[in-house]
């Protein structure tokens, strides 16, 4: 058996008998699921913050399921984390495969899956982060052998759209000004034929292709208005896609609203954060892991605790 944490884990209590003749081992659980947590939300919400803010309270790692971010290379238009903002935290499949192939959903459901195998067999707790729903579905749902192997709990960072909308254009004027355009010129090729493969899908690649095919500032301008543009879309899209999920799925999304969080700045906005997504997220994820070891000691003591006494013995006990 392994330990508590069991993201996955069995509870360990000696063979025993009480008065009565109650064998502790009818109550120890039988064919338990491993535990997952899964972390969705539309680009740009904080998924990957809160990610690592759940694994630095848990012994936990780090799954990406962003089909962009799975790629080497273009760390600033994919918006990977960096070295500093992972925290020593292990993170798997990301930036680890060769730009020019393509990764499906089914490629990332299979790959995941021996990771996240890997991680439990640790005694640490998974958690898949990503905004590709396409991929968390085909892990989750499409996944028969997943399925029956572990138990899922999702978590939902949501932030209304136009403040999101707001926010993820603010993000891509940063991003140029941390040298958005020289990292995606570094991979245009003019004499290319096929560029809807592999990571020339990200948003930013195809839009700045026009712009390198015909350097002027007004195309760069336009080309940066585009990325934004299509970055909204992509929110909007996710978003549609996370409420089509959670019917396909037919399962509970505990749902974190940020919106707060994106409305003010420094210490306000770390403050709003912790109240309002870090906080609670770690409450459901304690409950979502130890829910069956308390409910098994309730079990227990309701079981063995004696039988309440009459009136008259009660009233002879406290003579």
Excluded at 174 to 187: C, Q, S, T, Y
Excluded at 198 to 222: H, Q, S, Y
Aim: hydrophobic share 40%; with cysteine.
């Amino acid at each position: 058996m392994k330990s508590l944490l069991s993201a996955c884990k069995q509870v360990t209590i000696p063979s025993m008998s009480f008065p009565g003749r109650i064998n502790m081992d009818s109550f120890l659980p039988r064919n338990r699921k491993d535990k997952v947590v899964i972390v969705i939300g539309a680009t740009g919400t904080g998924k990957s913050r809160l990610a690592i803010d759940l694994a630095t309270k848990f012994p936990a790692e780090i799954v990406n399921s962003d089909k962009m971010q799975v790629y080497k290379g273009l760390d600033i238009a994919t918006n990977k984390v960096t070295h500093d903002e992972c925290r020593g935290i292990p993170h798997h499949l990301l930036g680890f495969l060769d730009p020019n192939l393509d990764f499906t959903a089914n490629d990332f459901g299979h790959h995941a899956s021996m990771v996240v195998e890997s991680i439990v067999s640790k005694d640490r707790l998974p958690i898949v982060a990503g905004g590709s729903n396409s991929y968390v579905k085909a892990l989750v749902h499409d996944n028969i052998e997943f399925k029956s192997r572990y138990a899922c709990c999702v978590l939902w960072v949501h932030v209304s759209l136009p403040v999101l909308h707001s926010f993820v254009s603010k993000r891509v004027d940063r991003m140029v000004r941390a040298g958005l355009v020289d990292e995606v010129r570094r991979l245009y090729d003019p004499n290319l034929t096929d560029r809807n493969v592999g990571i020339r899908r990200a948003i930013g690649v195809p839009e700045l292709d026009r712009f390198f095919a015909n350097e002027n500032p007004e195309t760069l301008k336009e080309a940066i208005s585009t990325v934004k543009t299509n970055t909204c879309k992509l929110a909007s899209r996710q978003l549609k896609n996370i409420i089509s999920l959670q019917t396909q799925m037919k399962m509970d999304l505990h749902h974190l609203d940020a919106t707060e969080v994106f409305l003010k700045n420094g210490l306000e906005a770390d403050e709003a954060w912790e109240r309002l997504v870090a906080g609670p997220s770690g409450l459901i994820v304690g409950d979502f892991l130890y829910e069956e070891e308390r409910e098994l000691k309730k079990t227990i003591m309701k079981t063995v605790a004696p039988p309440p006494m009459t009136t008259a013995i009660a009233a002879v006990a406290r003579w």
